[in-house]
């Protein structure tokens, strides 16, 4: 009975997470299983350490130490190349706040020449959204600036 209780409990708490997890924001999501594989890490070398196998426990706690402290701090982060920070740690041009846009802007942004075609401005725009949208890694106002290049180009 004690079994099937604990089946049961275990089960619940599945798919209650399940469904914490599908309400969730996935960059946080990733933020916090970070957190937590860097903690375990951490504690596990901790206690490697304290059993008598320091040679492979002091590694393991500094690894996972470094970990908390580049994905806690993503200024710091960013600052040594280490991820951590919204855009995944990916280094680019920050978008401007203006909403208008010049078609010289546009095509530097997309990386297309004068006189580009509809289809050479849509493949640059879809290799440049794969870096960019918030779903890989990315941010809202960079999608948005690259979205507003490729309407203005395909629009002139």
Same mark, same amino acid.
């Given at each position: 009975? #004690?079994?099937?209780?604990? @089946? ?49 426990? @002091? ?38 706040? #203006? ?12 990386? @297309? ?18 870096? @960019? ?24």
């Amino acid at each position: 009975m #004690s079994v099937l209780f604990g @089946v049961l409990a275990a089960l619940g708490a599945m798919v209650v997470l399940a469904w914490l997890f599908s309400k969730a924001d996935p960059g946080r999501v990733a933020r916090l299983m970070r957190l937590v594989a860097a903690l375990a890490v951490t504690g596990l070398g901790i206690l490697l350490t304290v059993r008598g196998m320091g040679i492979l426990g @002091v590694p393991m706690a500094i690894a996972g130490l470094g970990f908390i402290v580049t994905g806690s701090w993503p200024a710091l982060g960013r600052r040594y190349g280490m991820g951590g920070g919204q855009t995944g740690g990916q280094q680019g041009p920050r978008p401007r706040s #203006s909403g208008t846009m010049s078609v010289e802007e546009a095509r530097e942004t997309l990386g @297309v020449k004068p006189g580009a075609s509809a289809d050479e401005i849509n493949a640059a725009y879809r290799e440049l959204m794969k870096k @960019v949208h918030p779903d890989t890694g990315g941010n809202d106002a960079l999608a948005r600036r690259v979205q507003e290049a490729r309407d203005l180009l395909i629009g002139n």
